[in-house]
């Protein structure tokens, strides 16, 4: 157990909806990162926060929002979804910038 | 931008003995950092070791070890005395230091630990 705990574990939904994901970082982390993992583009990149800001972005689409609270869980918001959205989404936290990343158990994604 | 490439999508060995992934990567950055992941059935993504690309002496943590060499940027591991646990699926990442800290994955290396 990392420490990391996302909501919900699994989430089945349709096209054209709108879903969130949730993250609680490890205590005392203040950094939060988004993964996607899909079997065509593998594990991707998607943006990180620190500390309630903004601090890098990756290969997120615009449809594609989050934000990290003041109790320093982040919510990660997928609109308007498509069949390719389908993927395991993971979060991940660190207690300072460059130390090593701590993985949440995912949130397997099923768009029908 | 920076790449990691995983050369073996499979890989197989037998309970007890040695195994080695490989991994080659692809920067003009001097500081970096190097990881591998284990992720298995379960899909939890597992740290296995780190390598912080300044120091010369290669990481190890009990079973697993890796080889670093920087002038080949090449960064592979080594699980001695494989168990059944150890089946899973392994990635290599990269993680520029001073930039952003981003893990960069390769596609992963499936290791199957056979009885």
Redesign the interface.
Known sequence: D?GVTQTPKHLITATGQRVTLRCSPRSGDL?V?W?QQSLDQ????LI?YYNGEE??K?NILERFSAQQFPDLHSELNLSSLELGDSA?Y?C?S?VM??N????G??T?LTVL | AQTVTQSQPEMSVQEAETVTLSCTYDTSENNY?L?W?KQPP??????VI?QEAYKQQNATENRFSVNFQKAAKSFSLKISDSQLGDTAMY?CAF?D?GG?????????TKLTVNP
């Open positions: 990392s950094s990162y993964y593998g594990l991707q990149f990180q601090r890098a990756g395991l993971f991940a660190s910038p460059y090593e990343q701590f993985f158990p995912g397997r | 950092y990881f992941y379960s899909r939890q993504m597992i740290l780190r990635f993680m230091q952003s800290e981003k893990l960069v994955f390769g596609k992963g």
